[in-house]
């Protein structure tokens, strides 16, 4: 008889600065998976300019950055902002963007949990619409969040301004 090691289930925390580089690594990762991209993500990751962004998102009341954490090791992220507007009689949004799951891992469930978590949060903070925008080449990302509730409402626009 074998003894399987049965890992913990991840779990879902505000992101620290500790976390910025695994964040960073994960988004530069995107869609990619093997051994040289998570070489150049991991290069990519230790720019300054990560740090000094966790920095402002930190520091803004309407940002929320989250890590999914398994046995130590981050291995998923997202991040939730909430805008208040006057649309809608003043409903309160909650945009969730940067979600990103380590690509060895993706299927297995931490990506619901982490948008389970999302939602969660978004209610609490009392966000009454929840978006979330998707690149268009991501195709099997955007039939997971139809899987989950999302539904497909707006065409995005975005212009480079640095």
Known sequence: MSVETIAAPPVIRPAGAADVAAIAALIAMGGAADAADRAAAEAEARH???????????????????VA???????????????????????????????????????????????????????????GLLELTSDKRRGAAHRFYERLGFARSHEGFKMVLD
């Not at 300054?48 to 989250?66: D, E, K, T, V």
């Not at 690509?103 to 931490?110: F, N, W």
């Open 48 to 66: 300054p300019a990560y740090a000094a962004a966790f920095a402002r998102i930190a520091g803004s009341p309407s940002n929320h950055l989250f």
């Open 69 to 127: 954490e398994q046995a130590g090791r981050v291995i998923g992220t997202y991040q939730l902002t909430v805008l208040p507007g006057i649309a809608q009689r003043g409903r309160i949004r909650g945009k969730i963007e940067s979600v990103h799951v380590d690509p060895d891992l993706r299927g297995g469930g931490v990506g619901a949990l982490m948008m389970h978590h999302a939602v969660a949060q978004a209610r609490a903070l009392g966000v």
